[in-house]
Each structure stands twice: as C-alpha cells, then as structure tokens.
C-alpha cells in the first residue's frame, strides 16, 4: 500500500482553512493551517513555498488514526438517494478522518502542556519554598 496525500482548502464556517493529509499503511495523519480572508492562487503559492514544509512535518508527526472499513448497510431503495448518500459520504469521508487526525493531535498537545505546566508549577513552588526557608534561616540568625 502506498502513501497518499493531498491539501485541501475550505470554508469552515469563519475561516478559510487549509487541511494537509497523508494516509498511508491503512492510517490517516492530517495537520490544519488557519488563513483566515480566503486565500487567492498567488497567496496559496506563496504559503506551498515557504511554509508547506511546516505544515508536512506537523502532518508527519501527528498520531495516525486508523482507516475504518464502513459497516455494510442495506442500501435504500430509491436510487437517487442512494446516489446523494454516496456523494456525501466520499465527500465527508476524508474530512472526517482528518479531523479526527487533528482531534488525536491537539489530545496529545494537550498533555504535554499539561506535563510542562505540572513542572512549571512544582519548580515555582520549590523556588518559593527555598526563599521562604532561607528568610527563616536569616531571621533565627538575627539578620
């Protein structure tokens, strides 16, 4: 199985939204670049030449979440149905798995901040402990 990827640009609801994704070895990784007005072509080859390579390495180190079979269903009956279910279905499929992708990344970004702010927290409190023993010290010595 090869390696697939692609760039997708689209408007979430306020911004214009820029979703990279590689899916390889039956796992999707995805990362998300904000731009905010809609982005012209220049401004789309502006971003792919000086920062796509940001967004790939954010792809690339992002948790891969796994592609799932879809459960087999009894289609329905009337055929244009079936057909508008299946174009939105191959619509949503890859943006749904992308955000998932990015869901699993701001998870584990998460809890490395929460990590980094744990020890922030007990190097500032070890640092206050140490002032307050060193002014106990001083003032039983008389200083």
Known sequence: MGTESGFTVFFDGRFWVG????VEEGEVRAAKVV???EPNAAELWDFARTE???LIDD?????GVPLRARPATRPPRNPKRLAREAANQQKDTYRTRSQEALAATRVE???GKAVSRRKRRAQEAERRRSIRVAKQKAKRRGR
């Not at 979703?19 to 590689?22: G, P, Q, S, T």
């Not at 792809?59 to 948790?63: D, I, K, L, N």
């Open 52 to 54: 796509a390579h940001r």
């Open 109 to 111: 970004n998460a809890k």
């Open 35 to 37: 731009f905010g007005a």
């Open 19 to 22: 979703v990279f994704e590689i």
């Open 59 to 63: 792809a690339y180190r992002a948790p």
